[in-house]
């Protein structure tokens, strides 16, 4: 789905979560979404971290221990989001596996696809549709 609907869905669901799981790197020099607005904060869980390894094997049971600790369960909405939308997808599939029933891949990710020259967050995803973000 897109990045503007994942935030109608986060707007308009106070059991749905957005799960970030771009690495540590990538929250701190690129940013974050900005959820302070709805009364929410993004989970925060890397799906590898760098250098790219693989998927960390803690990844579902981290998301799962997270999502416990915010009192939802697994039928909960959880959108994914990433830099350009393939690790959250990756992740979207691993928490299905695991028995969550309404995981949502952010299509664009945070920043989108590389434009003409070579810029990400330029055409389409989170940033470029104009949803609110901070950085530090």
Same mark, same amino acid.
């Given at each position: 789905? /897109?990045?503007?609907?994942?935030?109608?869905? %986060?707007?308009?669901?106070?059991?749905?979560?957005?799960?970030?799981?771009?690495t540590r790197a990538?929250? /701190?020099?690129?940013?974050?979404?900005?959820?302070?607005?709805?009364?929410?904060?993004?989970?925060? /869980?890397?799906?590898?971290?760098?250098?790219?390894? !693989?998927?960390r094997p803690e990844?579902?049971?981290?998301? /799962?221990? %997270?999502?416990?600790?915010?009192?939802?369960?697994?039928?909960?909405?959880?959108?994914? %989001?990433?830099?350009?939308?393939?690790?959250?997808?990756?992740?979207?599939?691993?928490?299905?596996?695991?028995?969550?029933?309404?995981?949502?891949?952010?299509?664009?990710?945070?920043?989108?696809?590389?434009?003409?020259?070579?810029?990400?967050?330029?055409?389409?995803?989170?940033?470029?549709? !104009?949803?609110?973000?901070?950085?530090?």
């Amino acid at each position: 789905m /897109s990045a503007q609907e994942a935030f109608e869905g %986060l707007s308009s669901n106070e059991q749905a979560v957005l799960v970030d799981v771009r690495t540590r790197a990538e929250w /701190s020099f690129v940013g974050l979404p900005d959820l302070r607005a709805i009364g929410k904060e993004p989970i925060l /869980s890397e799906w590898q971290s760098f250098p790219p390894s !693989g998927p960390r094997p803690e990844f579902v049971a981290d998301v /799962s221990d %997270l999502l416990a600790k915010k009192g939802l369960d697994q039928n909960a909405p959880i959108y994914f %989001l990433c830099r350009s939308g393939a690790r959250s997808q990756a992740a979207a599939i691993a928490l299905t596996q695991a028995g969550y029933t309404q995981c949502f891949n952010i299509s664009d990710g945070f920043e989108g696809p590389l434009d003409a020259d070579g810029h990400r967050g330029t055409q389409s995803g989170w940033k470029a549709s !104009g949803l609110p973000w901070i950085q530090n």
